[in-house]
């Protein structure tokens, strides 16, 4: 097993400061949802990870945690993500991008 | 090279990867974006092996977001490690052997002015630092001192990264390497100081801890090598591999060394400040005196 990013939508949706998406290394990696958090009822938006893209680096973790001072990104065994978003699964619209989230373990099992 | 190649052939559509499609529907291609939209569109880049963390990565991402006419750009690029990235982006990259690469553009960018006339098609040459000071070093002096209307942009991680932790003449004096482990004994070259004496029009250093300003150097120096001349973009990119650096420490490093070394400076020549001004709309280069010597009539 191995480490991934995991952002608390919690946090990241009452802040939603848009910093980590500019630092990750990865392209289209650290995603942004206009709706996945406002649908849940929080203020704003969410960041959310590609897990497929992510290599675990925790360069992210440093610049929520630093930078933008919102602890919302947790390095987490890809195994015991309750959820998460994976390339096949985020469709891009007008100006954001929506994930339906699944199970990582089918994916990385394939 | 034009929107016309960012489009599906027909009939073929639903048989293309997601990848593709997402690229073509929902890519920067013939959009204005910006960093601050980063995650959600599609970007050119795409997945590539460069190291996990690698601030170099990291810059060729905000690199190519900034490119102002991605569908009319052409990336040049030399053995190292960015053009593992750089050649996994959906626009065309050239490469040739190591060093070759400001020769390469040369060439490149004259033919397609003859090919395109004024159109603006931007070559782009992205090296290492061992690419563009020590083995590249003759082209890439000529280029500049020929005036060749290109971008170069060094990917300084201040050792040849790619084989192994070789000194280059950007590695600082007394760093100590894998393959330089009595240190190294020479200065880190001064090649911004070269570009100026070159001639070139536009030079700059910047660090990818700031993705605003990596965008805004990387634009106009691609901008003005449209009609003015050479410009050099020095840019700091770690390599945590040879460097040690922690992963999760890659910003602090760039922090640290933007404090050391690469403190942000630009130079822009007089022609090409007025070529951004009344080309581009440019308001940072406008003589100071004009805004308020303007405003007082329009008060009276
Ligand atoms: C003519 C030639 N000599 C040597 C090499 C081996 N080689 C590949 S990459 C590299 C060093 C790259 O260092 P740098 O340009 O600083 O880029 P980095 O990998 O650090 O990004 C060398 C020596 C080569 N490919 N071609
Ligand atoms: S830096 Fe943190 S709070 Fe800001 S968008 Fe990223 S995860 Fe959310
Ligand atoms: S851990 Fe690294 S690769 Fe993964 S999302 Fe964070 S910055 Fe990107
Ligand atoms: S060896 Fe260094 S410069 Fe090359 S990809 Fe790895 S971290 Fe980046």
């Not at chain 2, 084989?163 to 070259?189: C, D, I, Y």
Request: aromatic residues 10%; contains cysteine.
């Amino acid at each position: 097993m191995y480490l991934v990013a995991n952002i608390n939508v919690e946090i990241c949706a009452s802040k939603s400061c848009k910093l980590c998406t500019q630092y990750c290394p990865e392209a289209n990696t650290i995603q942004y949802s206009e709706t996945m958090g406002t649908d849940k009822g929080y203020k704003y938006g969410t960041a959310y990870i590609a897990v497929d893209r992510c290599k675990g680096c925790a360069l992210c973790v440093w610049v929520c945690d630093t930078m933008a001072k919102n602890n919302a990104i947790k390095m987490t065994m890809i195994d015991q993500l309750p959820l998460a978003a994976v390339t096949d699964n985020i469709r891009y619209e007008e100006k954001t991008t929506v994930a339906v989230l699944s199970d990582p373990m089918i994916v990385i099992g394939n | 090279m034009s929107l016309d190649y960012v489009k599906f052939s027909g009939g073929f559509e639903k048989f293309m990867p997601k990848e593709y499609r997402d690229m073509v529907e929902h890519g920067p291609f013939g959009k204005k974006i910006s960093v601050s939209q980063m995650g959600s569109f599609k970007e050119i880049l795409e997945e590539h092996p460069m190291c996990a963390g690698c601030a170099m990565t990291l810059f060729i991402r905000l690199a190519i977001i900034a490119f102002p006419n991605p569908e009319d750009t052409i990336t040049v690029g030399t053995a190292g490690c960015g053009r593992l990235a750089i050649s996994q982006a959906a626009i065309p990259f050239v490469y040739g052997n190591y060093g070759d690469q400001n020769g390469v553009a040369s060439g490149l960018s004259r033919g397609l002015r003859l090919r395109f006339g004024d159109k603006p098609k931007d070559v782009v040459v992205m090296a290492g630092d061992g690419g563009t000071a020590d083995i590249g070093f003759q082209q890439v002096l000529h280029s500049w001192f020929r005036k060749e209307r290109f971008t170069t942009i060094m990917l300084d991680n201040e050792v040849y990264g790619n084989t192994g932790g070789q000194e280059s003449g950007m590695t600082n004096r007394g760093a100590v390497l894998k393959m330089a482990p009595l240190g190294k004994k020479f200065e880190k070259m001064d090649m911004l100081q070269m570009a100026k004496v070159a001639g070139c029009a536009y030079v700059a250093t910047v660090v990818p801890n700031n993705p605003r300003r990596v965008e805004s150097v990387i634009k106009k120096a691609v901008l003005i090598a449209r009609e003015v001349g050479s410009t050099y973009i020095q840019a700091y990119t770690s390599c945590n591999i040879e460097y040690a650096i922690p992963t999760d420490k890659v910003m602090e490093d760039a922090k640290t060394v933007e404090n050391d070394r690469y403190q942000f400076t630009e130079y822009v020549s007089d022609e090409a400040k007025q070529y951004l001004t009344e080309r581009y709309g440019y308001k940072d280069y406008l003589p100071k005196a004009a805004a308020p010597a303007a405003a007082i009539p329009n008060k009276a």
